[in-house]
T-cell receptor, first 111, second 115 residues
Framework: SQQGEEDPQALSIQEGENATMNCSYK?????LQWYRQNSGRGLVHLIL?????REKHSGRLRVTLDTSKKSSSLLITASRAADTASYFCATGGDSSYKLIFGSGTRLLVRP | DTGVSQDPRHKITKRGQNVTFRCDPISEHNRLYWYRQTLGQGPEFLTY????????KSRLLSDRFSAERPKGSFSTLEIQRTEQGDSAMYLC?????????????FGEGSRLTVL
């Protein structure tokens, strides 16, 4: 089963625009991570935000976390065609060390 | 290349056959994970190891599935008597345990097609 649900399921934007993806989860967490996956490839870690953090930046990425609403958002600024991929949130923090992934947002950046 | 490697990358088999996938994690990582991903979905957790010990198995891992990690290095995932529903991408990931909830490093996956 999957803990997180991303919204929207698919997003199509023009190069240069910002892309915002949302993730909601169900149980308490220690941290929330975002991963990227190009078609047919493995996942690549983008950013991790801990439960006591509210916002984090990495390059063109900005992640927010609202533990009261059990939600997170990933903002990609000034998108590029190369950002076209699927983006997944993943939560960790129960008694084991596994990550539970959401169903993903498929982002298409049109040149 | 010092990343996570998986072999084979693609496997086509007939229903009822056994298949085995191998994962070589990043050498200093002592945690190793297996996930399964079907088209359009996120990865689903199957099992994970800390060193050679298999610490957790998902209910998704039926008795036809077995995973091993002898000597805490590479791991194998075997599927016996494959069914068409087993068709998926099998992803391996590794991490370093002093980062308790740190990032996972994924391999490129092994895609299984059961005819």
């Amino acid at each position: 089963s999957q803990q997180g649900e991303e919204d929207p399921q698919a997003l199509s934007i023009q190069e240069g625009e910002n892309a915002t993806m949302n993730c909601s989860y169900k149980t308490s967490i220690n941290n929330l991570q975002w991963y990227r996956q190009n078609s047919g490839r493995g996942l690549v870690h983008l950013i991790l935000i801990r439960s006591n953090e509210r916002e984090k930046h990495s390059g063109r990425l900005r992640v927010t976390l609202d533990t009261s609403k059990k939600s997170s958002s990933l903002l990609i600024t000034a998108s590029r065609a190369a950002d076209t991929a699927s983006y997944f949130c993943a939560t960790g923090g129960d008694s084991s060390y596994k990550l539970i992934f959401g169903s993903g947002t498929r982002l298409l950046v049109r040149p | 290349d010092t990343g996570v490697s998986q072999d084979p990358r693609h496997k086509i088999t007939k229903r009822g056959q056994n298949v085995t996938f191998r994962c070589d994690p990043i050498s200093e990582h002592n945690r190793l994970y297996w996930y399964r991903q079907t088209l359009g979905q996120g990865p689903e957790f199957l099992t994970y190891f800390q060193n050679e010990a298999q610490l957790e198995k998902s209910r998704l891992l039926s008795d036809r599935f077995s995973a091993e990690r002898p000597k805490g290095s590479f791991s194998t995932l075997e599927i016996q008597r494959t069914e068409q529903g087993d068709s998926a991408m099998y992803l391996c990931a590794s991490s370093f345990s002093t980062a308790p909830y740190g990032e996972l490093f994924f391999g490129e996956g092994s895609r299984l097609t059961v005819l």
